[in-house]
Structure formats: structure tokens, C-alpha cells
């Protein structure tokens, strides 16, 4: 047994492409078992509310974890730089900042901070990127400089 999570009235997307949007009238089973939606079989389908479900959970998180942690941006020239060293170490030990939402988090020893533009050839943030971290981790890395 499949189940899809289509009602009367919602929107797929069908054809070669998944590109034809259609409108389901009538959910059913053809006689190989196949399911169909208005008499057609609709096995190869694109159901967009799925999408728009998955996009707004990726938006949620990233604006929970900027409201619940209170990121702040880098704007000291010293911490900004110190920043930078430690993504070049990080590249040339050839570790990858995990991506949460837009920023890309990186975890070097007790500190942790977020980037928001990341050069996936360099492996390293772009020069003009934006350096965010929470109060706790900025304390802790000027009282390391």
C-alpha cells in the first residue's frame, strides 16, 4: 500500500518534465495496482505543497537558531582576522563547515561561529563574508586575544 498525501483539489506537477501543473479530480487505482490521479497513472510526479513544506522547515530553523542563540556580527577588525586564520587551518586540515539554512557553521576547538558566504572551490570563506557568533563564544575568543 502507497500513500500519497493528496486531497481533492491540490496541485501536481506531471508530464516529461514535471512541469504541467494538474489539478486532482479523482484519486484511484488502475488495474496493474498503479495509483492514478483523474484516470491517468502518476508515477512519475512532483507534488509542490511537499516542497513548500520542506523549504519553510529549512527557513524555521535558521530563524531559530538566529533568534534562540542571538547571532551577532563581527564588525572588530581583530577578531575579523583572527576569524580568517582559523577558516584557513580549518581548509588546510581539509574539514567542511556544515550548512545550516544560509550560514555555514564552523566548530574549531570551544569556539564556534557562522559564515555566510563560503567558496566551495577555495574551501574558505570570500574576504567580504559575514563573521556571526553568539556573545558567549565572542567573550571567550577576546579573552583568548
Do not use: H
Not at 10 to 32: C, M
Not at 97 to 105: A, D, E, S, T, V
Amino acid at each position: 500500500m502507497i500513500y500519497l498525501d493528496l486531497e481533492i483539489g491540490d496541485t501536481i506537477l506531471t508530464g516529461k518534465f514535471r512541469n504541467k501543473k494538474v489539478i486532482v479530480k479523482d484519486v484511484g487505482i488502475n488495474e496493474r495496482g498503479e495509483p492514478t490521479v483523474n484516470g491517468k497513472s502518476i508515477l512519475n510526479i512532483r507534488i509542490p505543497k511537499l516542497y513548500i513544506k520542506e523549504n519553510k522547515i529549512k527557513k524555521l530553523k535558521l530563524a531559530n537558531l538566529l533568534k534562540e542563540e542571538t547571532l551577532k556580527n563581527i564588525t572588530n577588525n581583530k577578531i575579523f582576522k583572527y576569524l580568517m586564520d582559523i577558516t584557513n587551518e580549518v581548509r588546510l586540515e581539509g574539514e567542511i563547515p556544515k550548512k545550516i539554512g544560509n550560514l555555514y557553521r564552523y566548530s574549531v576547538n570551544e569556539y564556534e561561529f557562522y559564515v555566510d558566504r563560503y567558496n566551495k572551490s577555495l574551501g574558505m570563506p570570500y574576504s567580504n563574508s559575514k563573521f556571526y557568533a553568539t556573545d558567549d563564544n565572542l567573550k571567550s575568543i577576546l579573552s583568548y586575544l
